[in-house]
C-alpha cells in the first residue's frame, strides 16, 4: 500500500527532543569531546581579560569554534556561523541548545587578535601529549619537512621597501666582507627585496619553476603514525636547513623523545645540517647537494681525495698538491688545492673541467668531513627504504593537510596569524589520528625502557662490496670442487 505525501506542519513545541541523544557515539565530535579536556583554555587566557565590562564568550566554546572551522573545511567564520544553526552537530560540540543565539563571526577574530599565538601552541601541545600517552609516538624515526603556503596576497602589488632593501644590502655587504678572503669573485650584488603592502610578512620564492609570495611551514613528523610533533612557520625565503635545529628541539620538548634518525629530502644536504646532527647525536638520512667546481663544469665529486698523501686526483688521473700552509693560513675552514698549469694545458678533459689559466683547483671545506659521515650511515637499501617512509608520511601529511583543511593558502594575514592557521591544522590531524585510536594505552615507563633503539649502521660502500666478493668467491670455489671431485656410482643414485 502506498503511503500518502509527507508534509512538514511546525511544531509550536518540541517535547522529548534531546542533542545529546541525537549525536552518536562513533561521531568526531563527540569522540574529540570524549578524548580532550578544554579546560586548560581558561587558565590559559584568564590573565587577558579584566574584572569589569562585558562578559565574554566561554573560551572553551570559542577554541570550539575554530577547531571544527579547519575541521570542516569551513572557508570563513562567516560562513561558519551561518551554518552553525542547522548544524546539530556543531550546536552539541560547542554547548549550545535549538533555541540559543550563535555568536556573531568577529567574536572570533577578536579572540584570537587578543589570544595571540600562545593559546594555540599549548592547545598543539595538550593534544600532543595525549598521542604520547596513546602510545601513538616511537621516536625512533622522525621526518622533516617544508612545504609553501601562498599568502593572500597577489603578486601585483609587490613592491620595493626601502627598510628591507637596506638591511638585506648591509647583511649582504658583510657577509661579502667575511668571506672575501675566500672568494674568487668580485661579491654578488644584493637581491632586489618586494614585499606587498597587503601583506607585509610574506616573501617570496620559486616553487615548480613559479614564483610564489607566501609562507612555509616545517614539520617534524613521527615515523610511527605520522604524527606531527613539532612546526614552525616563516616567510617563505627562509631555506628549509636553517630551521632544522629549532623544530628538532621542539620535538623534543613537546614529546619528550629524543631522535634517532632524522629523515629528509636533499633540500636538507648542507654541511651544516649535518655537523649540528652530528653533534646531537642523531643519524641523518638525508641526500647532501652536489654543486659545481670553483672554476669549472666537474663538480668536487668527480675528484678523489687522498688522505694518506693529502692529495686530490682529477678525472685525467693528474695530482693536485695542497697549497702552502703559510698561504692557506687566511682561511680556517677551507683548503685549496692546485693542479699544475703545464699539466692542465696537456690534459685532454681541460675544456670540461675548467676555464683557469693557472689550472683548477679544488677547494676542500674541512666540515666536509660530516658530508662523508653523512654518507656513509646506512646502507643503500636502508637508505631508499627511509626516503621511501619520507614520501608517505611527512608529505603524505602536508597533503592530508591540503586536501582536508585548507594548507596551501592562507586565510588571514601577518606571520603569527599563519603560525596560529598552522598550529591549529597540525591539533586537527592528531586529534583525527587520536580518536583513529581503538583502545589507548598510557605508555609506561617499563614499555618506554623496553624499547630498544635500531641504531644504522655506518656501511662503507667498498666494505659491502668485499663481502659481496667474499660470498660470491666462496660460491665459485664450492661448484668448481662439485665439478672436479670424481663421482661414482651410488652418488648419482636418485634417494
Given at each position: 500500500?502506498?503511503?500518502?505525501?509527507?508534509?512538514?506542519e511546525?511544531?509550536?513545541?518540541?517535547?522529548?527532543?534531546?542533542?545529546?541523544?541525537?549525536?552518536?557515539?562513533?561521531?568526531?565530535?563527540?569522540?574529540?569531546s570524549?578524548?580532550?579536556d578544554?579546560?586548560?583554555?581558561?587558565?590559559?587566557v584568564?590573565?587577558?581579560?579584566?574584572?569589569?565590562g562585558?562578559?565574554?564568550?566561554?573560551?572553551?566554546?570559542?577554541i570550539?569554534?575554530?577547531l571544527?572551522?579547519f575541521?570542516?573545511?569551513?572557508?570563513?567564520?562567516?560562513a561558519?556561523?551561518?551554518?552553525?544553526p542547522?548544524?546539530?552537530?556543531?550546536?552539541?560540540?560547542?554547548g549550545?541548545d535549538?533555541?540559543?543565539q550563535?555568536?556573531?563571526?568577529?567574536?572570533?577574530?577578536?579572540?584570537?587578535?587578543?589570544?595571540?599565538?600562545?593559546?594555540f601552541?599549548?592547545?598543539?601541545?595538550?593534544?600532543l601529549r595525549?598521542?604520547v600517552?596513546?602510545g601513538?609516538?616511537?621516536?625512533r624515526?622522525?621526518?622533516?619537512d617544508?612545504?609553501?603556503?601562498?599568502?593572500?596576497?597577489?603578486?601585483d602589488?609587490?613592491?620595493?621597501d626601502?627598510?628591507?632593501?637596506?638591511?638585506?644590502l648591509?647583511?649582504?655587504l658583510?657577509?661579502?666582507?667575511?668571506?672575501?678572503?675566500?672568494?674568487?669573485?668580485?661579491?654578488?650584488p644584493?637581491r632586489?627585496?618586494?614585499?606587498s603592502?597587503t601583506?607585509?610578512?610574506?616573501?617570496?620564492?620559486?616553487?615548480n619553476?613559479?614564483t610564489?609570495l607566501?609562507?612555509?611551514?616545517?614539520?617534524?613528523?613521527?615515523d610511527?603514525?605520522?604524527?606531527v610533533?613539532?612546526?614552525?612557520?616563516?616567510?617563505?625565503s627562509?631555506?628549509?636547513?636553517?630551521?632544522?635545529?629549532?623544530v628538532?628541539d621542539?620535538?623534543?620538548?613537546?614529546?619528550?623523545?629524543?631522535?634517532?634518525?632524522?629523515v629528509?629530502d636533499?633540500?636538507?644536504?648542507?654541511?651544516?645540517?649535518?655537523?649540528a646532527?652530528?653533534q646531537?647525536?642523531?643519524?641523518?638520512?638525508?641526500?647532501?647537494?652536489?654543486?659545481?667546481?670553483?672554476?669549472g663544469?666537474?663538480?668536487?665529486?668527480r675528484?678523489?681525495?687522498?688522505?694518506?698523501?693529502?692529495?686530490?686526483?682529477?678525472?685525467?688521473?693528474?695530482?693536485?698538491?695542497?697549497?702552502?700552509?703559510?698561504?692557506?693560513?687566511?682561511?680556517?675552514t677551507?683548503?685549496?688545492?692546485?693542479?699544475?698549469?703545464?699539466?692542465?694545458?696537456?690534459?685532454a678533459l681541460?675544456?670540461?673541467?675548467?676555464?683557469n689559466?693557472?689550472?683548477?683547483t679544488?677547494?676542500?671545506?674541512?666540515?666536509?668531513w660530516?658530508?662523508?659521515?653523512?654518507?656513509?650511515?646506512?646502507?643503500?637499501g636502508?637508505r631508499?627504504?627511509l626516503?621511501?617512509?619520507?614520501r608517505?608520511?611527512a608529505e603524505?601529511?602536508?597533503?592530508?593537510?591540503?586536501?582536508n583543511?585548507?594548507f596551501k593558502?592562507?586565510?588571514?594575514?601577518?606571520?603569527?596569524?599563519?603560525?596560529?592557521?598552522?598550529?591549529?591544522?597540525?591539533?586537527?590531524q592528531?586529534?583525527?589520528?587520536?580518536?583513529?585510536?581503538?583502545?589507548?594505552?598510557?605508555c609506561?615507563?617499563?614499555?618506554?625502557a623496553?624499547i630498544?633503539?635500531v641504531?644504522?649502521?655506518?656501511?662503507?660502500?667498498?666494505?659491502w662490496?668485499?663481502?659481496?666478493?667474499?660470498?660470491?668467491?666462496?660460491?665459485?670455489?664450492?661448484?668448481l670442487?662439485?665439478?672436479?671431485?670424481?663421482?661414482?656410482?651410488?652418488?648419482?643414485?636418485?634417494?
Amino acid at each position: 500500500m502506498l503511503g500518502q505525501t509527507k508534509r512538514l506542519e511546525p511544531k509550536l513545541f518540541y517535547a522529548g527532543v534531546s542533542l545529546v541523544d541525537r549525536i552518536p557515539p562513533t561521531h568526531p565530535l563527540r569522540q574529540i569531546s570524549d578524548r580532550v579536556d578544554f579546560g586548560f583554555i581558561r587558565g590559559a587566557v584568564a590573565r587577558l581579560y579584566g574584572r569589569c565590562g562585558h562578559e565574554s564568550i566561554d573560551p572553551i566554546v570559542l577554541i570550539k569554534l575554530m577547531l571544527v572551522l579547519f575541521l570542516e573545511q569551513v572557508k570563513s567564520e562567516r560562513a561558519l556561523m551561518e551554518q552553525m544553526p542547522y548544524r546539530l552537530d556543531w550546536l552539541w560540540f560547542c554547548g549550545y541548545d535549538l533555541d540559543e543565539q550563535v555568536p556573531h563571526h568577529s567574536v572570533l577574530c577578536k579572540a584570537r587578535r587578543r589570544w595571540g599565538c600562545d593559546v594555540f601552541v599549548k592547545l598543539f601541545q595538550q593534544v600532543l601529549r595525549q598521542c604520547v600517552e596513546a602510545g601513538l609516538i616511537e621516536g625512533r624515526f622522525v621526518h622533516v619537512d617544508g612545504s609553501v603556503i601562498h599568502a593572500d596576497a597577489s603578486l601585483d602589488t609587490l613592491q620595493p621597501d626601502l627598510r628591507v632593501l637596506g638591511e638585506a644590502l648591509y647583511a649582504e655587504l658583510e657577509a661579502s666582507a667575511d668571506e672575501a678572503d675566500e672568494s674568487d669573485g668580485e661579491p654578488s650584488p644584493p637581491r632586489r627585496t618586494l614585499v606587498s603592502p597587503t601583506d607585509p610578512d610574506a616573501r617570496m620564492t620559486r616553487k615548480n619553476g613559479k614564483t610564489v609570495l607566501g609562507y612555509k611551514e616545517h614539520r617534524v613528523v613521527d615515523d610511527a603514525h605520522g604524527i606531527v610533533t613539532a612546526t614552525a612557520t616563516t616567510d617563505a625565503s627562509v631555506d628549509e636547513s636553517h630551521v632544522l635545529s629549532e623544530v628538532l628541539d621542539q620535538h623534543r620538548r613537546n614529546s619528550g623523545r629524543v631522535e634517532e634518525t632524522v629523515v629528509a629530502d636533499k633540500g636538507y644536504g648542507t654541511r651544516e645540517v649535518y655537523k649540528a646532527l652530528h653533534q646531537r647525536g642523531a643519524t641523518p638520512c638525508i641526500p647532501h647537494q652536489k654543486h659545481g667546481g670553483t672554476h669549472g663544469t666537474y663538480a668536487i665529486e668527480r675528484f678523489t681525495y687522498d688522505e694518506r698523501q693529502d692529495a686530490y686526483i682529477c678525472p685525467g688521473g693528474h695530482r693536485l698538491k695542497r697549497k702552502p700552509a703559510r698561504r692557506a693560513a687566511r682561511s680556517d675552514t677551507a683548503v685549496r688545492y692546485y693542479a699544475d698549469a703545464e699539466t692542465c694545458r696537456a690534459c685532454a678533459l681541460r675544456r670540461q673541467c675548467t676555464k683557469n689559466a693557472k689550472g683548477r683547483t679544488v677547494i676542500r671545506d674541512r666540515d666536509r668531513w660530516y658530508v662523508e659521515w653523512a654518507d656513509g650511515c646506512g646502507s643503500r637499501g636502508q637508505r631508499r627504504h627511509l626516503q621511501g617512509r619520507r614520501r608517505v608520511v611527512a608529505e603524505g601529511s602536508f597533503a592530508d593537510a591540503s586536501n582536508n583543511h585548507g594548507f596551501k593558502r592562507a586565510r588571514w594575514r601577518r606571520l603569527w596569524r599563519v603560525e596560529v592557521q598552522n598550529l591549529l591544522i597540525a591539533t586537527v590531524q592528531n586529534l583525527r589520528k587520536l580518536i583513529g585510536t581503538r583502545a589507548p594505552k598510557p605508555c609506561s615507563a617499563a614499555t618506554v625502557a623496553a624499547i630498544q633503539p635500531v641504531p644504522i649502521v655506518p656501511i662503507r660502500r667498498h666494505a659491502w662490496n668485499s663481502s659481496v666478493q667474499t660470498v660470491f668467491q666462496s660460491i665459485k670455489e664450492t661448484i668448481l670442487h662439485a665439478l672436479v671431485t670424481p663421482r661414482t656410482t651410488a652418488s648419482l643414485q636418485v634417494r
